[in-house]
């Protein structure tokens, strides 16, 4: 049982003294930012790069940046609607589901919130439900957004008639225009 430890500690004090040796300090911190780089201090917003992320049409990238923004910033309503809109485009409804309620818990005013959940509730065949989802964000959004009108339209068609298929089908993606403001934009 003594050998072991006699053979054991020889290599503990060796690393040991290898951390206090100066000449690899600079082997822990990595080589300097090239100049006009801005340092990990200064990231870039996970909401911003998330954002860019959706546009380019990879959403568990941007899903992993809204973590890394809720992490930052908290569960405010703008990152749990936005992981709420990753996981819907990843087509984790229950999950987009749960943050976009939990998006409108934290500020009921949130027409792109309130919008997006509306197309969860289309998707999982809750045609009633998402019509009031959309008639809400419709309001919040005082009608300025014919996207959310077109929304509601459908849902509506929806609810009188569940076999209403419009000629041309459409899916509506909601993309972050400045600070709080959204516009929904038709997909080809």
Known sequence: MLRPALLVLPLLLVLAA?????????LNEGPPAPAGVEGSRDAVDGLIVGHRLMA???YE?????????????GLSADVLSAIGSANLKLGRLGQ????????IDEDE?????????????MEQGEFGEAART???????????????????????AKLENPA???????EFELVRRGS????ILTTP
């Open 61 to 73: 990238l941007a899903l992993k940046e809204y973590y890394r923004a809720a992490a930052d910033h």
């Open 96 to 103: 987009a589901e749960r943050m976009l309620r939990r998006a």
């Open 109 to 121: 005013r949130f027409a792109a919130a309130w919008n997006n959940l509306g197309v969860v509730l």
């Open 18 to 26: 290898c951390g206090e040796d100066p000449r690899l300090k600079a």
């Open 164 to 170: 209403y298929t419009s000629e041309q089908q459409e």
């Open 180 to 183: 709080g403001q959204y516009r």
């Open 56 to 58: 380019a049409g990879e």
């Open 134 to 156: 959309f008639q809400t964000a419709f309001a919040l959004d005082s009608g300025e957004s014919v996207e959310i009108k077109e929304n509601l339209q459908l849902a509506l």
